[in-house]
Structures are given as structure tokens and as C-alpha cells.
């Protein structure tokens, strides 16, 4: 091998950005978009002097002049054709900001098996490449406990080429501390961000005060809230066997033990459906779009079927 | 407490695998979660289901230990430690002890020895101090008074007596194995070669001593008849090289104070050689004295009794006069009378006279010593005769054997059959098939003027056959000397060894060639004479003189047989501070109970805990 192909070979390596998503995902991906309603804010750039107009290429109406219009929205056509001066009135461009926040605490870790983060990632790079696929805004975020002021933000992206540094982003999100929805929530109201659609990607076992109050928040704010809670088979299945078993809590360390049977098993699975109702009724009493993705179904269920199905993608 | 097999202990590391399984089971067992918030409502384990598994591997542990410790063989002695430790001193005295080491001697290193190990003992330390040559001597009861242990160990000189130092060692382990010795430290110069290695491993060792160097006389061999002249007497001087390097010595014998043979030897390693004296002129005492540089003096001195002449008459009754060739060959000096039965019974009582009858019967009342061979048996015809006897048995107590039991040939030709008197006392009898005869018997034994031997077979047929015979030779010579005894020889002892004393009925008091004096009860019939020399016995007035020799042969090869192979050998070092050494008893079967017993309970547990499962 020759010297600038070795080049070339390093060269090549470096620019390629990390596989979140396989290659043949990408077409699919490409026919789906975020069909929620969310809230839409004037395009940057297209910002309207007074609050009746705005610059911008669509006329959205007309009105007759009146004294102290800017001469040049006059339609000089209309007035000598109708002998009538009117004023013409621009639509700004509207758009629609994606935050898209992955819960990196180690309870998206806690099973090695079925890691949770991983899976969140994948979905956070499908649904930042839907926005970008369709030059909206995207922006990404992962909030932890660990995390300074309990929350990362990436830059807003919108050109479909900023996908590389959405995937790098999220390649180098790894777990650590604990839930903290509040940071999360906290990061978007203090920065006074434009209003959009909040997803977030979480396992939401926490207990649920931690969870509304910051959804709660961020829906008196005018957010659209998309709560997907990733949902691992050993969160419904722990134990295949055995009987006495010690517990870590994969954030606190904390220990206790438990004695595993039927009636343990029944116990559990009753508090893990109390808990998850618990959060679907609250997302239906605040308009929050609660989804339970199973992540054992995979990915290409997720995006195909279970986010379709909620109406999160259309 | 000790353990006699501490490498078993290595098994112990199987405790780190047991509790490694333990905590890899538990570890396994952990499990991390999500949260705990959602199992806030399941019931925790049963306490005493976690503490059973606790104590399953508290038992695990103590079955293993049990187990380790019963490979190890734990003991424990006897005795408390507060009295300190005995310790028993055992001093070689034995002949080669005096050889020469340079400028001291095998017994002085010795002694130094002995004295650095009562130095390091410990003031609550006991020492018992005991001697061995020819016996295990106590020479300091057990004492914790280190001046008179050192003054006993001054007093002490070995003798010239040989060694028994393998046996008082197996007497002296079987002191220590009952407790009364707690640590054995044995000064020697090891040259015995049959030291019992298994006793010696239990033992400190001070081996003392290396040179091989010594040129001995071992035995001055004087061949002569009870009744030959000292012209015809056969003397030889037997000397030998004990060490591994040529030897030169000088050779002189003298003869009641007249020199002999003087030569000169030069003998190689390992070589012996036989000196043949001259012509001897007179009776009385052979002395050989060996001049050489050697180690070991005691053994270069030798003496041998040439006994003066005591003709005796052999006064011959027999049918025939044919058969008398056969005594005149065995008998060179003794006068033999060819007589007629009533010319010889008429010549008897002149001298001393052994009357023979071959073949035919003593007149009755017959009082003079005789030998009665192959008597005509009271039956006429084949039923008072046997054509064939094996010997049967004999009477080891009886006189006829006091000086030697002759190996006889196994059968004997032509036995008649005659009947006892009833004061006989038969020494010898024979089997013919079932029956059991007596082949050899003595009357009147207690009168020597009358005392009659006879022989119920052809004696002079065995004595014709060849020299192989010499077991019967030797049994006609000793009957011989039963009819007429010899007169008192001169005593000729080795030191070491038991010696009678004169017979009397007082004290006996004996004056030793190293002017000690010891006196001896009048119970007293014997003692042992320890160093070579003259030594003079005075019992009821009567004065009696004894030669006593240095024990020769083992004793005089002084090579150390112990230098290198014993490993305790090795550590020339004085005692360190040792610990004490009881009667041991062994736990090994008490471990194993105990393990099987925690075993059976460790299962019983599991099952308990299965139960519980179920429950």
C-alpha cells in the first residue's frame, strides 16, 4: 500500500461520522417528518418590523393605505388598475425548533444488555435527521445530574449537512448521575429558547413529582411536550430465576433486597403499570404525547409503527 | 501444640476459594436496576434465610479447617511448660572417645561441647547427664544445678570398654516418648555403623571427631589343647589397618619379660595381617605391644595366656585294641595306657587319669572318672540297638556344655540302648522315629573324683570321619575337661564386659590397674572392668589377678559413620534455646469427627434451608 492511500484510507476514517444509524435507514427515514402541532416562531431573518407586517416574499393581504404606510408595500399595480391604493402585507416565514433531550443518567445503563442510552441515541439521531431532511430546526440536548448546571445543549442545526455533528453529538453522550428532568426543563426556560417541540427520550423511572413539575412547566410555556419512555425488556422481566436477589439503584447506589417469586413478580409488574399509567394520564391531562417504546421491538418498529401510530411522525 | 505434618497447611488456601465462591455468589446475585422506588412494595428475604447462607460458609470453613488440620496431624504434649525442659545429655565413654583429635582428644571436644550446651540452657532448664559404653550409665540425675553438672562432666573419662550406643539410644527414645526427657542431645563420636537413623532423628547430634587413623592389634590367638605344652602351642599376633592411608607400626611381643618377636609392619588401607610367633619356650603371659602413630592407643596392647602343661592319663578299656589310632591323633600330649579292663582298673589313682571305656561296661561300683562310649546295651540282639538317632534336643544348663555348646552334626550312627540310672542327667538326646532316647548323659556330676560320662552311640565313628566333624571333637575335649578339670587359668577379660569374681563368701575388694578401689559386696559374683590393665581381687584373703583388654574390633574403627548423611549432624552448633519435646498425642481422628460432624451439620442446614425455600 502506498503512502497517500494510507493517507487517504486516514483521512476518510476521520470525516465519517459514527454509526448511529445504518446506511439503508436513511431513505426510509426520508419519507417521514414530525407530524405533531407544535407551536412555529417567524423564521430568523424574517422578523417583521411592526407587529402588522413583516418582510418576506408571500403577500399574506391586502389593506388600504392609510397615512404613514411604507411607501414601498404600495401595489402600484392595483392602484392603477383600480385607482385604488393598497397596501400589501407579508407573512414572515414560520418555522418550528425539535429539542430533542436524551436522559443520560445510569438508568438508561443500568442493563448492559439492553442499554437504553444506545437506543436513545439512535432515535435522537432519526428524529434530529427528520428535521434537518426538511431543513427545520433541530436541536439536541442530554441532561443528567452529572451534567454542569444539569443540562448539555448542541447548537441549533438546520442544513441537512449538520447531521454529522448531530450524530457526533450524541456519540459522545455517555451515562452518568441521575434523572433530572428539572435541569432539562430549566435549560430551555432560563435560555428563553423559541418556543417547539420538546421530545423527550427517557426511561421516566423515576418517581413521578420529578416528572411533572418540569412538564408542566414547559407546557404553561406554550411547548409541545413529546414524552417517549423507553421501556427495556428487563424493566418488565428483571429476573428470569432465582430468589433472593440484591438491588443497586443504577443512580443512588443505593442497595436493597428483595426475595423474587410469583407473587414478587405480580407486585412489580403492578407497580411498573401503575407507574407508567400514572404518566400516560398526566400527559393526557396536560397534552403531552406519551409514547411507550419498547426498545426490544428495534428500532425500525419504533420509527415505522410506534411513533407513527402516536401521530409523533406522519 | 504442634503440627508434625505443617505443609498440609497449604491447603488452608482452599478457605480464599470457598469464600471466593461465596462472594462470587452473592456478587452474582446483585443486580443493578433502574430504580428502586417501583420495588418499594416487594417483600424482603426472610432474614434467617440470609444468615443460613452465612453460616453455610461458616461451616464450609470449619469443615476445611477440621480437614487441614487433620492432614497436618496435630498434637499436643503432655506436661506443663512452667517446670522448663529436661534436658538429657548423653556422653559416648566407649573405647574410641579417647582417640586423638590433633592436640585434644575425641572425649575432650566432646566435653567442650557439652559445656557451650549448658551454657545456653535456660535457669529453669533441668539436665540429666548419662554415659554410655557398655551400658547406659547415669552419671547426673536430672538437676538444675549447672556446677555440678560441669563438675561431673570434668570427672568423667570414657573407658576401654566398646559401645552400646544404638541400644541405649532406642532405650533413651522410649524415655523420651513416655516424657521423662523433653530434649536429647548426644556427644559422640559416632563411629558405631548400626546407629538406628530413626532414633537419631530425634535427637540433637554433637558429632565429634574425623580421623580414620588407627593401626590395632586385634586378637592375639593362642591355639593349645587343656592339656598341650606350651613348645606345641600355635600363637599368632592379628593386626590391622583401620584407616584409609598406609600405616607403619612396630611389632614386640614379650614372654614373661622377654622379648619374643620384634618387627617391623607397614600395612595399607583397610589391610590386616597374621604375625606368627616363634617357637614358645614357656608358659605365662604373651604380651604384644604395637608402636605406632595412630589415633587411638587403647587397642595397641594385647595380651594371651599360655597355660602350663597338665599331662593326663587316658587309661583305655576296650574289647579290642583296633580302634585306638582315632585317640592317639586327637590326643598328642596325653599319655594313652593300653591295658587290659583288669590291668588298667588295677593301675588307677596315678595322677590324673580319665578311665575310657569303649564298648564295654565299668566294673560296678566304679569310683574314678570315666568315660563310657558306646556301652553294650542290656537287650541282646536288634532290640537294645538303633541303627539311627537324630539329635533331639539337649540340656542347655547342663555342666557338660558350661564352656561351649559344640555344633553337632544331625544324626549319629549305632545308638544303644541302655537305661538311665536314676541320678543321671542326660545333656543330649536323640530320635529314632517317635521315640526319643537319650544319647548323652552324667552320673555323679557333683563328685569330680567319680563322675562318669556316657555316650550312648560310636563316638570314635564320628570323630573318624573327617574334620568336618568338629563339633564332636569339640564335645569329646569338653567332656574330657568335665572328667578332669583343668586347674585354674588366669582371668583374661575385655572391659566392658561381665567378669566372675573370685568365689568366696566376703566383700571383694578390687584394686584397678588406674588405682581405683571399689569394693563389692559379698552378693556380689561379678562386675565389669572398664579400663585394660591389671587388676587384683582379694576376696576371703585369697589375692587373685586378672588381665583386663580394651574392647577391640568396632571399637577400633574410630571413622566417624555419621559425618555427613544425618542431617542434624550438620549443624555443629550448640544447642540453641530448645523448646520442649512431650509425650505427643495426635488429633488427627478427633479432626476428622470433628469434620464430618460440621459436615453433617452443613447438610442438615441445606436441608432446613430447602425447607424454608418451600416455605
Not at chain 1, 258 to 263: F, Q, S, Y
Not at chain 2, 491 to 516: E, F
Request: hydrophobic share 45%; net charge neutral; glycine share 6%.
Amino acid at each position: 500500500m502506498r503512502w497517500w492511500h494510507r493517507r487517504s484510507t486516514a483521512a476518510t476514517s476521520a470525516t465519517r461520522p459514527p454509526e448511529l444509524l445504518p446506511l439503508d435507514w436513511y431513505h426510509k427515514l426520508d419519507r417521514l417528518q414530525i407530524g405533531l402541532a407544535r407551536p412555529s416562531t417567524p423564521r430568523l431573518g424574517s422578523k417583521p418590523f411592526r407587529r402588522e407586517s413583516a418582510h418576506g416574499l408571500e403577500v399574506h393581504a391586502y389593506r388600504p393605505y392609510a397615512w404613514g404606510d411604507d411607501l414601498r408595500h404600495l401595489d402600484w399595480n392595483a392602484y392603477a388598475r383600480l385607482d385604488q391604493p393598497l397596501i400589501r402585507r407579508f407573512r414572515a416565514e414560520q418555522e418550528s425548533l425539535t429539542y430533542v433531550f436524551v436522559d443520560i443518567s445510569q438508568s438508561m445503563s443500568a442493563d448492559p444488555t439492553e442499554d437504553k442510552l444506545a437506543f436513545a441515541r439512535t432515535l435522537a439521531a432519526g428524529l434530529a435527521y427528520v428535521c434537518l431532511r426538511r431543513h427545520e430546526p433541530v436541536q439536541l440536548g442530554a441532561f443528567s445530574s452529572a451534567l454542569p448546571e444539569g443540562c448539555a445543549l448542541s447548537a441549533r442545526w438546520r442544513q441537512r449537512p449538520q447531521f454529522l455533528s448531530a450524530i457526533r453529538f450524541l456519540s459522545e453522550l455517555a451515562a452518568r448521575g441521575g434523572t433530572d428532568f428539572g435541569a432539562a426543563a430549566a435549560a430551555l426556560l432560563h435560555r428563553n429558547l423559541p418556543p417547539g417541540l420538546v421530545i423527550f427520550l427517557s426511561d421516566f423511572l423515576v418517581p413521578l413529582e420529578q416528572v411533572t413539575g418540569p412538564l408542566r412547566q414547559l407546557r404553561a410555556r406554550g411547548l409541545a411536550v413529546a414524552a417517549l419512555q423507553l421501556l427495556a425488556d428487563s424493566d418488565r422481566e428483571p429476573f428470569q430465576g432465582g430468589r433472593q436477589w440484591r438491588l443497586r439503584d443504577a443512580e443512588s447506589s443505593e442497595e436493597r433486597e428483595v426475595w423474587w417469586d410469583e407473587t414478587s413478580r405480580a407486585l412489580y409488574r403492578q407497580a411498573l403499570d401503575r407507574h407508567v399509567q400514572a404518566l400516560r394520564d398526566f400527559s393526557t391531562q396536560h397534552g403531552v404525547l406519551h409514547v411507550v417504546v419498547p426498545t426490544a421491538n428495534g428500532i425500525e418498529r419504533c420509527f415505522l409503527e410506534t411513533l407513527v401510530q402516536a401521530r409523533l411522525l406522519c | 501444640m504442634g503440627l508434625l505434618e505443617p505443609s498440609a497447611l497449604v491447603f488452608a488456601s482452599f478457605a480464599v476459594l470457598l469464600w471466593w465462591l461465596a462472594w462470587r455468589e452473592r456478587r452474582r446475585r446483585v443486580r443493578t436496576v433502574p430504580a428502586l422506588f417501583l420495588w418499594q412494595a416487594l417483600p424482603r428475604p426472610p432474614a434467617r434465610r440470609s444468615s443460613l447462607r452465612d453460616w453455610l460458609l461458616i461451616l464450609q470453613l470449619g469443615t476445611l479447617a477440621a480437614l487441614v488440620l487433620a492432614l497436618a496431624r496435630p498434637y499436643s504434649e503432655a506436661g506443663s511448660h512452667e517446670a522448663g525442659t529436661r534436658h538429657l545429655l548423653v556422653l559416648d565413654l566407649s573405647a574410641s572417645m579417647q582417640a586423638r583429635e590433633g592436640e585434644k582428644t575425641r572425649w575432650q571436644l566432646a566435653q567442650a561441647r557439652a559445656r557451650e550446651y549448658l551454657d545456653r540452657l535456660a535457669p529453669t532448664d533441668e539436665v540429666e547427664l548419662v554415659g554410655v559404653a557398655h551400658r547406659l550409665q547415669v552419671l547426673l540425675p536430672a538437676t538444675r544445678d549447672r556446677e555440678q553438672a560441669r563438675r561431673v562432666l570434668e570427672d568423667t573419662a570414657p573407658y576401654d570398654s566398646e559401645s552400646q550406643l544404638a541400644t541405649a539410644l532406642a532405650e533413651i527414645s522410649a524415655w523420651r516418648q513416655s516424657g521423662s526427657v523433653h530434649r536429647v542431645a548426644v556427644f559422640s563420636d559416632f563411629a558405631d555403623p548400626d546407629l538406628p537413623q530413626p532414633f537419631l532423628e530425634q535427637f540433637d547430634l554433637f558429632p565429634v571427631g574425623g580421623t580414620d587413623q588407627n593401626l590395632a592389634i586385634e586378637a592375639v590367638q593362642v591355639t593349645q589343647h587343656p592339656w598341650q605344652a606350651p613348645e606345641d602351642v600355635q600363637a599368632t599376633v592379628h593386626l590391622r589397618n583401620f584407616s584409609r592411608r598406609t600405616q607403619h607400626g612396630l611389632l614386640s611381643v614379650e614372654s614373661d619379660g622377654q622379648v619374643l618377636l620384634q618387627s617391623g609392619l607397614t600395612l595399607g588401607s583397610g589391610e590386616s595381617v597374621r604375625v606368627p610367633l616363634p617357637r614358645l619356650k614357656k608358659s605365662g603371659w604373651l604380651v604384644a605391644k604395637l608402636a605406632a602413630d595412630d589415633a587411638l592407643a587403647a587397642d595397641n596392647l594385647a595380651w594371651a595366656w599360655v597355660a602350663p602343661p597338665e599331662p593326663l592319663e587316658l587309661c583305655l578299656v576296650a574289647p579290642r585294641q583296633s580302634n585306638w589310632p582315632w585317640l592317639r591323633a586327637l590326643l598328642h600330649s596325653a599319655s594313652v595306657l593300653r591295658a587290659a579292663p583288669p590291668d588298667c582298673v588295677r593301675e588307677r589313682a596315678r595322677g590324673r587319669t580319665v578311665y575310657l571305656f569303649y564298648r564295654t561296661l565299668p566294673p560296678a561300683s566304679f569310683a574314678a572318672p570315666a568315660l563310657v562310649i558306646h556301652p553294650p546295651p542290656r537287650e541282646e540282639g536288634e532290640g537294645g540297638r538303633l541303627s539311627r538317632a537324630s539329635i533331639a534336643d539337649w540340656d542347655g544348663s547342663h555342666p557338660l556344655w558350661q564352656h561351649a555348646l559344640p555344633d553337632l552334626q544331625a544324626t549319629v550312627e549305632r545308638v544303644s540302648l541302655y537305661p538311665t540310672p536314676a541320678d543321671a542327667s542326660v545333656a543330649l538326646w536323640g530320635r529314632v522315629q517317635e521315640r526319643v532316647v537319650p544319647l548323652v548323659w552324667s552320673v555323679s556330676g557333683n563328685d569330680t573324683a567319680g563322675r562318669q560320662v556316657w555316650v550312648a552311640f560310636d563316638l570314635p565313628g564320628k570323630l573318624e570321619l573327617s574334620t568336618d566333624d568338629e563339633g564332636w571333637t569339640v564335645f569329646f575335649f569338653e567332656t574330657l575337661a568335665f572328667l578332669a578339670p583343668p586347674n585354674p587359668q588366669p582371668s583374661l577379660w575385655v572391659a566392658g564386659r561381665a567378669a566372675p569374681l573370685p568365689p568366696g563368701a566376703g566383700a571383694t575388694r578390687i584394686h584397678g590397674p588406674r588405682q581405683q578401689q571399689q569394693t563389692l559386696g559379698p552378693e556380689q559374683n561379678w562386675f565389669v572392668p572398664l579400663w585394660q590393665g591389671e587388676y587384683r581381687l582379694e576376696r576371703d584373703e585369697q589375692v587373685r589377678t586378672a588381665i583386663v583388654q580394651a574392647a577391640r574390633g568396632a571399637e577400633s574403627d574410630i571413622a566417624p559413620k555419621l559425618a555427613v548423611t544425618h542431617p542434624s549432624a550438620a549443624s555443629q552448633q550448640p544447642a540453641r534455646r530448645p523448646a520442649a519435646v512431650r509425650p505427643r498425642q495426635e488429633w488427627t481422628t478427633w479432626m476428622l469427627a470433628l469434620g464430618a460432624i460440621v459436615l453433617l451439620v452443613e447438610a442438615w442446614a441445606v436441608s432446613q434451608g430447602v425447607r424454608w425455600n418451600g416455605h
